[in-house]
């Protein structure tokens, strides 16, 4: 998976790859009895590079900062065993997915439009989301933004924009996000964050149980070692920070799909408060899943619970 992400080209159709196959899917479809495939979708001046399994309703699973598809290796082939399509992308800036130069480029509402057209160059008409982290946020604004796309919504440790807009000003929660504001200098955290072998991202990943495996780590290193994704990766936070409150509150309304939130009680970044969202921005919220034993990383610590909350919630 060596293709250049850079510059757009035709839209391919997904590549069949046998489960059990070299890298980068050896071992993520268990027994065999799903087979992975990889494509890349055109969206405007985008390309996406995604990874597809199964048939049935479409399930896209929306990954967050630092990690990219891989991140829902835990996820994709129980989804589709359970009859859905299951297409998991890296989203812009990420991997193999291309890097528009700026940090205007990577605002939510440009991401949340990438997502907009990759369902539908995948042939659907809506879905159901899963977003961690960023990619909690970029579902949130999917479901803002384009209500008609989305059937359900499943968010995993990423607050809603107004309850994050609320809390982080509280001192706990500032100390928690204090690499929002870091991330959001010029040319130091690129040269701190590739410092040995990305340390420091490595060291974003440490409240995992169990631990990410050493095989696990390389193929995180490959996709941050991508030429510029490093920047790209960064530019959502600079993005943020740089919008005015009132331009990001202008922007929030009410989310109608039926919508899940499960959150790791240990996440280090997060606090439990921003697990809630307003009543009334989320009128159709059906809970709040918290797990006490897992961290921000609750699609990795509790994989198994997670997989079986997302089958429940979207075989309904």
Known sequence: MTAPAESPGPVSEASKLPA???DPFNGLAAD?????REGYAEIGDVRLHYVEAGEGPLIVLLHGFPEFWYGWRLQIAPLAAAGFRVVAPDTRGYNLS?????VAAYGADLLADDI????RELGAESAHLVGHDWGGTIAWTMAMNHPEVVDRLAILDAAHPRTLQKELPHPGQLRRSWYFFYFALPGLPEQHVRAGRFHFLRRFLRDARPPYTPEEMDRYVEAWS????????LNYYRSSVRTPPKKAKAAIRPVSAPTLVIWGQRDRFLGPKLAEPDH????????????????????????????QLLIDFFGR
């Open 280 to 307: 009334d921005d989320v009128p159709n919220l059906d809970r709040v899943e918290r797990l006490p034993g897992a961290s921000h990383w609750v699609h990795h610590d509790e994989a198994e619970r997670v997989n």
């Open 98 to 102: 291309s890097r528009p130069a700026g």
């Open 226 to 233: 991508q030429p510029g994704a490093v920047t790209a990766m």
């Open 32 to 36: 065999g009895q799903v087979e992975l």
């Open 116 to 119: 907009h057209g990759l369902i």
């Open 20 to 22: 059990g196959s070299a």
